[in-house]
């Protein structure tokens, strides 16, 4: 049987995130440079959102680009840079059609500003779509996130908009780039490493961790739904105990 026939639809995760990892590899064990196995990431990306749709999954959210990758060489930076406008001018009219609504967390100022202006009309166009919420994650990390909350924060209560003591976690998450969204049920990474790397660090105080061997360029929809079926068969404790948890 499919994997997507054991996936309990009752059962699904709200919110999915994904850390796409492994294209340079990919591309290497193709003897070709790094961005070619970013072009071949983009087919698994077109795959793994038309199979999240599928099954009817709320939120989507994938690493893109990290506040980190600004290290990688220029040459490559700029490509990325290209394959995602190029990528989202192609797809958002597919996506608008599959109710597809398409957000995004991390620090737009600092793309250029063909990718953030391209991003902002996708955006625009989808944003009242009612299916798949998918949130790509740019610029992103997570000590970013929660540095900018802090100061934001900081401000309010300077301004005295916020009064110290009505600081919560709900308030506090209240402040952060996912505040719509909830947290996710399963982040998944691929190619074999086992890190968070700076990836929502605060939301995934709870979250199920799936690591799989394979390279992004080679991850499709059912990897994802093996994925789910996996998460489904986990007992998600919340730090209670079995016992409790049953009655
Ligand atoms: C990690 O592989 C991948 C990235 C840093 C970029 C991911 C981007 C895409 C899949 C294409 C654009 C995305 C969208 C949403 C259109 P790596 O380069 O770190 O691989 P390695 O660890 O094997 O070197």
Redesign the pocket.
Known sequence: MSFKNQIDLTKLPEHIAII?????????DHNKP?VY???H??V??RNIVEGAGEIGLKHLT?????TE?WN?PKL?VTA?MQ??VN??SK?VDTLHKNGVKLTTIGDLNSLPNNCSKELERASELTKNNKGLNLI?ALSYSAKWEILQAVKTIANDVTEKSLNIYEINESVFASYLETKDIPDPELLIRT?G?HRISNFLLWQIAYSELYFTNK???DYRKEDLFEAIVNYQKRERRFGLTSDQLSN
Request: net charge positive.
């Open positions: 796409m990892d492994g294209n340079g590899r990919w591309a290497k790094r196995g970013h072009k990431g983009v698994s990306v994938l690493y893109a680009f990290s990758n990688r490559e990325l394959l995602l990528t989202i797809e790509l190619s490493e390279l992004w360029p």
